[in-house]
DNA sequence: GCGCGGAATGTAAACGGTTACATCGCCGTG
DNA sequence: CACGGCGATGTAACCGTTTACATTCCGCGC
């Protein structure tokens, strides 16, 4: 086993307190006694140990991260930048992900007590009354992207709305009149705003419903491919599709291009997130940019301030902006819009 | 704050060590008993304080797991088959992720003692030795992909040579002779190993040196994109290129296409992981196959062999068999083709 | 010469569990 | 009836830190 401060204490000639004390930068140590200290650590291999810290401080240097059941690169994203930002600020993440029913949640969110100082979480699937009667209360807890109407949290979400809105505007703009929408995942609070953001555009410009125009979709590139078989086969056929995620309009993309529909040309193609290869598609794929890494700093830094301020601070619901950047696939030419930001 | 045992106990008029057993499960307890300890701790909100627990039984219920700089659809799919099979034994998984030197992985080393019971070091650019230097020699530990040479842990590598190998002959077999190679990051041990892998099939086909046919890279789209116009710009020009990954191969790919150069027509792509998208990708992605999720499954369960055996177990250096997948870009109708497995 | 204050260090009580060992009934057996 | 044994529970030490509260030492002002 490893040392433990008592036996550096020991071979120091000093009390525990003073080894304490040298590790945590604390009460004045006369400078010579600091560096015998240091060196018997050194020389024993001493670490300080994290259980019996946490224990003493009630403070575990840990931030928890509940991630949903789906993945991909937009996720991937996320955590590294938590991580990133996490690390700035001494914190580790645990990361605990595929969590979908709520029996699940609950039990994790048990085993996690004492584990962790705060919580990130990101399931865009429940809703924030189920979370509330799970979550120990005195915990500071971010929501990500979770829908959160009155929620007792704190939260940042993304502008949904706001980026399919100037998306559909935007292939309106272009002369797009049928514009089709492959739908997220069934349940999911993205999907579901995304969906509002396109009805409410579509039915503010063409004063018409779109009913026949949504397409069941779970954000996966094999949901896109399915779709876009099934717009090949409506009539009369769309002539521009807003798909929900990156993921979903590759699948779109690779559909139409198996049978021969080229993009932008025959039918235009956008999609949401922005994940890095969007541009790299063929054609570069039209789509929201959702700056990933600033939400996770952004939830550390909301986390950081919750856990000092106790329950004293107000809530904070923010919505983080969303920009669409046009590329080829949707047959503009290049250059920025911005949605309008929702409030 | 939340309930301790002491006050369960006291609630309920038993002794701490009642209640402590009904929750693990130990000893004989009559049915009464348990019902009454868990009726109180619910009615409290009791739940275990896992430092505590740490402290006292010197197991933390975690898997550290340490990964490196880059990023990508890769890696986040194994950190999701890393948290579904650690979870699945009853583990939290601790991330840290973007490590690139070696006084940074040595810290956050000493920040996990007391904090992990084991450690999953996915480290490509550090070499063995190394990190044998900055481990704690107690701690079980399994390299994933890592530079192994003898080292003193478990380890479970790719079969990087072989993908390559076969990559090559299947691209040779096509009829190809000018076979490129992109690179990977400089120092990272997986494009060390394909790019022999490369080499060695190369000469043993050609009988040539292929030092102009090899340029550099670090495994981004950005890199495949500059590659890409960098190889049409030789003379003669390349008529197939193996890429390091399949990002740098959708780096490619986007270079080509935006020169008008068709692909597999007037050259030939492959990749190397196959990730989810590159199925979808346009043309369909010829690469080698990962099991992505095996790996992580694989990792926790040779690290859980390790927890339970201590030091007595022999080292196991685990190489994965890699598949080639044919698909669009190179050219050739589709299959499946097997490399040799290096033992 | 003495008291005082601050710097440097020591002492010991938490922190919240686990668990070896002790205790206490109670039942069956010789 | 004494006793061994077992099932159910209690007692208290221990895990490795932190930290409030001493304690010691020393220089300085009066």
Redesign the pocket.
Known sequence: ?????????REA?????????V??D?????????QRILAVALRLG????A???S????KTGTIGVLLPDLYGEFFSEVIRGLDLAARRSGFHILVSSSHSDRSEVEAVLRALR?RVDGLIVMSPEADARALEANLPGTLPIVLLNCPVEGSAFDSINLDNYGGASATVRHLAALGHRRIAHVKGAPGNNDALERLVGYREAMQSLFEEGTEELEIGGDFSEDSGDRAGREILAMNPRPTAVFAANDATAIGLLHAFQKAGVRVPDDIAVAGFDDIPIARFLTPPLTTVQVAIADLGALAIQRLLLAMEHGDSRERQHEILPTTLVVRGSCGATAGRFHPRRRV
Request: aromatic fraction near 4%; avoid cysteine.
């Open positions: 086993m490893s040392a433990t401060i008592r036996e550096v204490a000639g000093v009390s525990v307190a003073t080894v304490s004390r590790f945590n604390k009460g004045p140590i006369r400078e010579e006694t600091r001493y670490a300080p140990n259980a019996a810290r224990l003493s401080t009630r004492g």
